[in-house]
């Protein structure tokens, strides 16, 4: 909007007329005090400002306007048909003015500075808003770099207080913060700890999960500095995550050599209990085998049923004592494959017939789906029907009441996959990954259900051996289906 501040009301009607008809928005003022008055409550782009007005000139008007940081910026043109002299003129730029005008005003002229004028006030408008933008943006940045140096100071806080060793990267993996314990391990916060020449490459796995963007797990031995010797421990590296992507990265190393020693113990231990247990079990087996021949001659006496009975017992003993067997070989990697082809459907047969067999007091029915395997394919036959016998026994064992089993059978992708689905207990969803390790038993099964948590491990060892894969899918409460799969060739 153009001020015109003028106490001749002619000379306000023909600017008016002059600068509305170039669509410019006027408004006027009859003297020196409405116009400081206006001023002060709106917003003008240009102050045409005649000079000789009576009360207060356009000078000193001018000079009021700059004393003030609202209006000292507004431009001021001097209109005056008497003050022409040098003197005057200058007087006027002194006062605030940035142009002076003599009457009679020559429109075009006028127009011409108006426009420029209007123009660079726009302009300027349009400056000052992006420089607000751009401080409230650098105001809103300084704010998020401030919040991300507290994340990151709380976040080593947090790490130098863990009891592991721990470390911090980039999304590059250079480490750039360690705690204090890493140093037991390492001289050098860039240089990772001395692993055992026999255990994997730690930087080689880690860029491996780096270019995938997945977590690492993986258990090492790493030396300590003062000692020399070597302690396992677990190393996990995971990504924090933005909206971008990945941003950094975070590690530890948990000390886990007393649970290693331990477990080495026991698994000493279950060998050589294992062993132990069956050179007598052996001979208490042939004598039950002769006491079954010496009352074969009075197959329904009470010493026959219970001969048959403690045979029973044996054979179960017998099962438990060979899976402690195959978990210590598992330990001392020494389980070894007889691979051979073999036929997947009469294994599958065979396996049927034996559940049937030794569940002979269960009434529950084996359905079949799928497609039969009708390929050959190279294992060793004995273990794979130790895997799914595994799975039956499991599904009759913790789906008591049920009455059907369904076997799932199918190839697709150069695989076979073989499922069995129960409709029993069920697993949890955050205990599914866990079921298939060592000794593992979930509170829910453990009092009611009789078994030392084994037969899925060995299960899951001898798929591993035939670059298969396994895993299990569960609702609790409407039943788990066990599954395995095997490359076909």
């Known amino acids: 909007m153009v001020l015109i501040v003028d106490d001749q009301s002619e000379n306000i009607f023909s600017l008016k007329k002059l600068l509305e008809s170039k669509d410019f928005e006027v408004d006027t003022a009859a003297s020196g005090e409405e116009a400081l008055r206006k001023v002060l409550k709106n917003d003008y782009a240009l102050i045409i400002l005649d000079v000789q007005m009576p009360g207060i000139d356009g000078f000193e008007v001018a000079e009021n306007l700059a004393g003030y940081s609202k209006t000292r910026e507004i431009p001021i043109i001097f209109l005056s048909a008497v003050n022409t002299e040098k003197r005057f003129i200058t007087k006027g730029y002194a006062s605030g003015g940035i142009d002076y005008i003599t009457k009679p005003v020559d429109p075009d002229i006028l127009l011409l500075k108006v426009t420029t004028f209007h123009r660079l006030y726009e302009q300027t408008l349009a400056l000052n808003e992006t420089q607000k933008v751009l401080e409230k943006e650098i105001e809103i940045r300084k704010k998020a770099q401030q919040e991300l140096r507290d994340q990151v100071e709380d976040l080593n806080s947090t790490l130098e207080s863990l009891p592991q060793i721990a470390f911090r990267a980039d999304i590059y993996g250079r480490i750039t913060f360690v705690n204090r314990k890493w140093f037991q391990y390492s001289d050098s916060m860039a240089i990772f700890p001395e692993a055992h020449p026999d255990d994997v490459c730690m930087e080689d796995v880690w860029m491996d999960a780096i270019k995938q963007g997945i977590p690492l797990e993986c258990e090492v031995r790493i030396k300590e500095i003062k000692s020399g010797a070597y302690h396992y421990h677990l190393l996990r590296i995971m990504p924090i995550k933005s909206e971008a992507g990945i941003k950094s990265w975070v590690g530890t190393f948990t000390d886990i050599d007393d649970q290693k020693r331990e477990e080495r113990k026991k698994d000493e231990f279950l060998s ?40 029973d017992q044996v054979g179960k003993l017998e099962n438990l004592i060979a899976d402690l067997l195959d978990v210590s070989k598992i330990e001392n990697g020494k389980l070894k494959m007889n691979k051979k082809l073999f036929n997947v459907e009469l294994l ?60 799932h059978t199918a190839v697709e992708n150069d695989q076979v996959y073989i499922a069995v689905q129960d409709f029993g207990i069920g697993i949890p969803e955050h205990k599914k990954d866990r079921v298939f390790g060592k000794f593992y038993r979930a509170e829910e099964s453990a009092m009611e259900f009789q078994g030392l948590g ?4 060995i299960c899951a060892e001898i798929i591993k051996q035939h670059q298969g894969t396994y895993g299990v899918e569960s609702i609790p409460g409407q039943g788990s289906t066990f599954y395995f799969t095997l490359p076909l060739s």
């Open 272 to 311: 050589i209990a294992s062993h132990e247990l069956k050179t007598p079990l052996t001979s208490i087996k042939a004598y039950i085998q002769l006491l079954e021949r010496v009352e074969s001659k009075n197959p329904g006496s009470a010493t026959a049923s219970y001969i048959s009975r403690a045979h």
């Open 348 to 407: 599958i047969t065979n396996v049927i017939e034996t559940i049937h067999n030794t569940n002979s007091h269960s009434n529950i029915y084996i359905e079949r789906e799928g497609v039969p395997i009708l390929k050959e394919i190279t294992g060793d036959a004995i273990r794979i029907e130790q895997v799914l016998i595994n799975f039956f026994t499991n599904a009759i064992k913790y789906a008591p009441g049920s009455e059907k089993i369904i076997l």
């Open 454 to 457: 084994i037969g899925l491990y």
